[in-house]
């Protein structure tokens, strides 16, 4: 590789790093404890429940979550496959949905005997959803999901280009070497190399499914807006189901929705009038039962007057990935000992960023007065 | 070195890190997830053992 390219791709690396540095530290630092959240939650909850294999009626559950907030509207029902536990999610106004998610009631109930939970009292449960938040969108919606999209996209461009820089810079070393006879700034520089080589595969899977995982929002938008319309096309125009709408049993929509789709469970319901569902239909969101099936949901429309299943509205193309990429970003798919190993990847990953950092500040103090710094930006080996 | 010898650690261990991704969600627990902690976990073990272990003599060049 020649000087000019050397230098163009060292400040590929330089610039792509920098910018994206602080973010993605917060990333890393709130992903961590994410990895673990199921462990940690369930490790504060005061009262875990035992699952019996009884099923309370949901349709109980929800008349009871509408007594204990009567000034709000029941917006969506979670039942929880791997513990047993069924969230009822209210919201002040359907508007309130789309201005303040924040503002949602969660009632926890116990799956067998219908009887309220005491999740809401868990600790952690709080400490987890701003981890979550930071995470996901730091508290700015839409645009802070973008803007992580994009710190992620420069973070997969230091990737690339730290995969280039690698061949020139550690030619002359075995692998592994790393200099510690030399000045602490070419230990460092080694470690970088090591650490990021061995680690480059994980942080790119992560990286780009990060990155596609932000892009969810304008894409279930397009999606509710031409898929889920056209199949609720007979609908439109038809009065909301107001408060006093007799609707359909809960129960009998998920049953309904269970027999139709045998290979799949119910796991989520969306009431109709939610922004994110349907207007005259309980949204059905299911998952199936396969290896792969399992991490791909598939809403299916049940006709709230009527219980009756209309259609399924499968999410194809972007959508369908980003749900296939999830456990990928996640790393929640293989047991508590792949959450350990995605711990120590993340670790390193910090160590990574941190280091980074050290290596252009010892740089700029390497070169005072210097008001264009040479390349290469590191130093080949010797 | 030759582009061989230098790339050939770490496209190993890069195929054996997506090989251990894919086969945990492909498996279905038991001894395809043991495969994929060993294989996910070598490439963390690699990076430990120069991190902290004995060093590699230098060659004489």
């Known amino acids: 590789m020649n000087q000019k390219r050397l230098r163009t791709w060292s400040a590929v690396h330089t610039w792509t790093s920098l910018v994206s540095t602080l973010f993605l530290l917060m990333l890393c630092v709130t992903g961590l404890p994410l990895i673990f959240h199921e462990e940690i939650e369930h490790a504060f909850d005061p009262a875990p429940s035992v699952s019996t294999g009884a099923r309370a009626p949901i349709d109980g559950i929800v008349a009871a979550a509408r007594r204990a907030h009567p000034d709000r509207i029941v917006s969506g029902v979670y039942r929880d496959p791997d513990h047993p536990v069924v969230t009822a999610y209210m919201v002040p106004s359907w508007q309130a949905a789309v201005d303040s998610p924040s503002d949602t009631v969660e009632a926890a109930f116990d799956a067998n005997t219908g009887a309220p939970h005491a999740a809401g009292e868990n600790p952690a449960h709080g400490f987890m959803a701003v981890m979550l938040r930071l995470h996901v969108d730091m508290y700015a919606a839409l645009p802070g999901q973008l803007f992580l999209g994009l710190m992620g996209l420069f973070f997969v461009a230091a990737i690339v280009s730290g995969v280039v820089l690698y061949g020139p810079f550690t030619k002359k070393l075995a692998f592994g070497e790393v200099r510690r006879e030399r000045a602490r700034r070419v230990r460092w520089l080694d470690l970088h190399n090591l650490l990021g080589i061995v680690t480059v595969a994980w942080a790119t899977v992560v990286g780009i499914t990060g990155v596609m995982n932000e892009l969810t929002g304008p894409l279930y938008a397009r999606y509710m807006a031409t898929d889920v319309a056209a199949l609720t096309a007979p609908w439109k125009g038809k009065p909301p189901l107001g408060r006093e709408a007799k609707l359909a049993s809960v129960d009998a929509a998920l049953a309904a929705t269970e027999a139709r789709y045998p290979d799949r469970h119910a796991t989520f319901v969306s009431w109709p009038g939610n922004p994110y569902g349907a207007p005259h239909h309980y949204f059905v969101w299911t998952q199936g039962k396969g290896a792969i099936d399992r991490y791909m949901s598939m809403p299916v429309l049940v006709d709230a007057l009527s219980g009756r299943v209309t259609a399924a509205a499968p999410m194809g193309g972007a959508l369908a990935a980003i749900e296939l990429s999830r456990p990928f970003h996640f790393g929640n798919y293989g047991g508590l000992p792949l959450k350990v190993l995605w711990a120590l990847f993340d670790a390193v990953t910090i160590v990574m960023l941190g280091s980074g950092v050290y290596l252009w500040v010892a740089r700029r103090r390497r070169r005072p007065g210097t008001q264009r710094a040479p390349a290469p930006q590191l130093v080949p080996a010797e | ?61």
Not at chain 2, 11 to 18: C, I, Q, S, V
Not at chain 2, 42 to 55: D, E, I, N, Q, S
């Open chain 2, 1 to 61: 070195m030759s582009a061989g010898s230098q790339w050939r650690w770490p496209l190993a261990l890069g195929a054996l890190t997506l090989a251990g991704l894919a086969v945990a969600l492909l498996g279905e627990g038991g001894l395809w997830w043991a495969l994929a902690w060993l294989a996910l976990g070598l490439p963390l073990a690699v990076a430990a053992r120069w991190t902290w272990g004995p060093r590699r003599p230098r060659r004489t060049r």
